[in-house]
């Protein structure tokens, strides 16, 4: 890892920014890079079992984002592979029917600072709406069922590689696939085979 990246991730763990707004006593900014990291992986916020946890995808939905990629922990943990990079790095608390979005503090601080120091991503994932909204450009996609829907569209970034968007795996996205069966049908195979090309399994 290099000294700038190290300097990076030591400056976002201490990160305050928007510690007034949070729900707990002491935040926690979860996130796990590195400058070898060849898939990113861009989701929401860490939940309140990944607060406690300190691991990413600590839950539910990790099981089963896992298994739409169709890896193992082992492999999913390896940030020397694949990195993680929440829209927003801690915990927003919980709203009406969830967890609330993402502080929008966040991204706009760190993000693009961060990828500047992985140079070899080949593949980066945007899971549910947060991170397509802000990474998709403007105007491709009238929701998030649409964008996965053309998923085979989406330009390659500069300093994403391809990008990929997908659904966010919570308890609700069992109804979305059922009524959306292209998905498990056309899209997950797809997202496999990438995925795997990808980091080199």
Same mark, same amino acid.
């Given at each position: =890892?290099?000294?700038?990246?190290?300097?990076? #991730?030591?400056?976002?763990?201490? @990160?305050?920014? @928007?510690?007034?707004?949070?729900?707990?006593?002491?935040?926690?900014? *979860?996130?796990?890079?590195?400058?070898?990291?060849?898939?990113?992986?861009?989701?929401?916020?860490?939940?309140?079992?990944?607060?406690?946890?300190?691991?990413?995808?600590?839950?539910?939905?990790?099981?089963?984002?896992?298994?739409? #990629?169709?890896?193992?922990?082992?492999?999913?943990?390896?940030?020397?592979?694949?990195?993680?990079? &929440?829209?927003?790095? @801690? *915990? &927003?608390?919980?709203?009406?029917?969830?967890?609330?979005?993402?502080?929008?503090? @966040?991204?706009?601080?760190?993000?693009?600072?961060?990828?500047?120091? =992985?140079?070899?991503?080949?593949?980066?994932?945007?899971?549910?709406?947060?991170? $397509?909204?802000? *990474?998709?450009?403007?105007?491709?996609?009238?929701? =998030?069922? $649409?964008?996965?829907?053309?998923?085979?569209?989406? &330009?390659?970034?500069?300093?994403?590689?391809?990008?990929?968007?997908?659904?966010?795996?919570?308890?609700?996205?069992?109804?979305?696939?059922?009524?959306?069966?292209?998905?498990?049908? !056309?899209?997950? &195979?797809?997202?496999?085979?990438?995925?795997? !090309?990808?980091? $080199?399994?």
């Amino acid at each position: =890892m290099s000294d700038t990246l190290d300097a990076l #991730l030591a400056d976002i763990r201490v @990160c305050r920014l @928007c510690e007034a707004a949070l729900p707990h006593k002491e935040p926690r900014p *979860y996130l796990a890079v590195s400058a070898t990291a060849r898939l990113l992986i861009i989701g929401q916020a860490p939940g309140s079992k990944v607060h406690a946890s300190g691991i990413g995808w600590d839950d539910d939905s990790g099981d089963r984002l896992r298994g739409w #990629l169709g890896l193992d922990k082992t492999t999913f943990y390896d940030s020397a592979r694949i990195a993680q990079m &929440p829209s927003g790095f @801690c *915990y &927003p608390g919980k709203g009406n029917g969830g967890d609330l979005p993402p502080r929008p503090e @966040c991204a706009p601080r760190w993000h693009a600072s961060l990828l500047q120091e =992985m140079p070899q991503l080949r593949l980066t994932l945007l899971v549910g709406q947060h991170a $397509q909204k802000r *990474y998709l450009p403007r105007g491709f996609a009238s929701g =998030m069922t $649409q964008a996965v829907q053309r998923w085979r569209e989406v &330009p390659t970034s500069a300093s994403l590689g391809q990008v990929f968007p997908l659904p966010h795996p919570a308890w609700r996205s069992r109804m979305w696939m059922a009524r959306n069966p292209w998905f498990e049908a !056309e899209v997950l &195979p797809a997202l496999q085979r990438r995925v795997r !090309e990808t980091i $080199q399994l």
